[in-house]
């Protein structure tokens, strides 16, 4: 295997190409690529993009999280270390600065290998999908965790993802399951943190059908 690439690119510029990547139609056309502050539990993406894949009869989304670095140093490792976020992830890429270098054939099958898909970041900063990331299978709870962390919920009823910190008032809606808490032994002091939402759009067309049964 050659050598690996090893050059001084800052961070945030890293961070904001992929960024950029993974919300352009170009690229993977990302609804939401929201901040990834480092409080988040292990394993730990460096950037996340939310991707809606539904359509008129079923509303779903894919979450993508990406290992970002400046070279492809201890680049096996860090494969291994991206292969990880598929616990909680349907996608997950490694993206790594090369400059006008390519990856090699060599990191290429290390990639198909373990499952992940590879960006190479150009010197003009421009992200370049050199492998497309397979869909995983991640663990429901461990996923929802993530989003949790991330300031996203998914809807009970349609499926999709929406934030709990809109910029503006929204109509979404927090059901707590106490009965479902006491039964499970998690009701402490009368407090139940089991809990489950629904998207404005889902309490609207509720609140709808409700009206029309009154008519």
Same mark, same amino acid.
């Given at each position: 295997?050659t ?17 950029s ?9 990302c609804l ?11 394993? #730990? ?13 079923v ?6 999280a ?8 201890r680049?096996i490792?860090?494969c291994?270390e ?11 890429y490694l993206?790594c600065?090369?400059?006008?270098e ?12 373990l ?5 190479r970041?150009?010197g003009?900063?421009?992200?370049? #999908?050199?492998v ?8 429901? #709870? ?6 949790h ?5 998914v ?6 993802s ?5 910029d ?6 927090v ?6 808490a006491? #039964? ?6 009368e407090?139940?943190y089991?809990?489950r ?6 309490v609207?067309n ?10």
């Open positions: 295997m050598g690996p690439s090893t050059n001084k690119v800052d961070e945030i510029v890293l961070k904001d190409a992929v960024s990547w993974l919300s352009d139609p170009s690229g993977l056309g939401l690529t929201p901040e990834s502050p480092k409080t988040i539990s292990d394993p #730990r993406p460096d950037a996340v993009g939310i991707r809606h894949v539904g359509g008129q009869l509303g779903d989304f894919e979450l993508i990406v290992l970002i670095r400046p070279s492809t140093k680049f490792s860090v291994g991206t292969s990880a976020q598929s616990i909680h992830s349907d996608r997950t993206a600065y090369l400059g006008s390519e990856f090699t054939e060599e990191q290429i099958d290390t990639a198909l290998y499952g992940i898909g590879l960006l970041i150009d003009d900063r421009r992200c370049h #999908r050199s497309p990331a397979p869909l995983n299978s991640p663990n429901n #709870r461990i996923r929802a965790s993530l989003l962390q991330l300031g996203l919920i809807c009970q009823l349609c499926g999709v929406f934030s709990l910190f809109p503006q008032q929204q109509d979404d809606a059901l707590w399951n106490e009965r479902w006491d #039964r499970f032994g998690r009701l402490r002091n407090s139940v089991d809990r939402y629904l998207c404005p759009d889902c609207a509720i609140s709808e059908l409700g009206t029309r049964d009154e008519l």
